[in-house]
């Protein structure tokens, strides 16, 4: 799955660029412009997407890069190594930090936790070190979820509440717990798939694939 973000043609914040909107302020960038709270600090040489919205408190780092139409919550930050796709939404109180990477149109719950050293030390540091973490299109990260670096979340996986992630989520899968483990599958639109793997909401079905399950038919 590309990541829409790495075709983007943008340029760096510089400052000013913007028209008064009460207490937001809408940021020039190529192809239009994005909205930021006065509270937030976008640095110099991070990129960010057209109709993104950036709220109160939050930081964005020099050379973080944020696709279109993301809404980043208050109270976030978004390292200089990490990469945001098209439409991901960021709820309050999350750390994205160096080498996390997040396609589109991923839901990172309120509060949840991204790590990016699996053995920190205060006193050894460890930059060169980091592991690398994956979140594919369509995933979500429910609230105060751990995520422990060095793993991918497949497409459209559902992480619960309070979960911590220790190894790979297969795509479509439900997990929960500590450490989370596969609680059943769920289909693309969020909702739970019985044992026939039909989608009682929206009737898309599914086949078995591997250790995994596939869509039965392509979407549009």
């Not at 709820?91 to 149109?105: C, G």
Request: charged share 20%.
């Amino acid at each position: 799955m590309r990541l829409t973000i790495f075709a983007m043609k943008l340029r760096p914040f510089t400052g000013l660029a913007e028209v008064g909107d009460g207490e937001i302020v809408t940021v020039a960038c190529e192809g239009g412009g994005y909205k930021k709270h006065e509270s937030a600090y976008v640095d110099e040489g991070a990129l960010v997407g057209a109709g993104s919205r950036i709220w109160h408190f939050s930081h964005i780092m020099s050379g973080a890069r944020i696709g279109r139409a993301c809404s980043i919550g208050q109270n976030v930050n978004v390292g200089s190594k990490a990469v945001l796709g098209d439409g991901v939404k960021v709820q309050n109180n999350v750390s994205i930090y160096d080498d996390v990477i997040i396609e589109d149109e991923v839901f990172c719950g309120p509060s949840c936790v991204f790590t990016n050293v699996i053995n920190p030390r205060a006193f050894i540091e460890r930059k060169n070190e980091y592991g690398r973490t994956l979140v594919k299109r369509g995933a979500s990260i429910g609230a105060n979820a751990t995520i422990v670096c060095g793993v991918t979340l497949g497409e459209f996986s559902f992480i619960g509440a309070g979960s911590v992630v220790t190894r790979d989520v297969r795509a479509y899968s439900m997990v929960y717990g500590s450490p989370a483990r596969t609680r059943g599958w769920v289909c693309r639109c969020g909702v739970k798939l019985g044992e026939d793997l039909h989608c009682k909401e929206c009737g898309a079905s599914y086949l078995p694939e591997g250790e995994g399950i596939a869509p039965e038919a392509n979407y549009q």
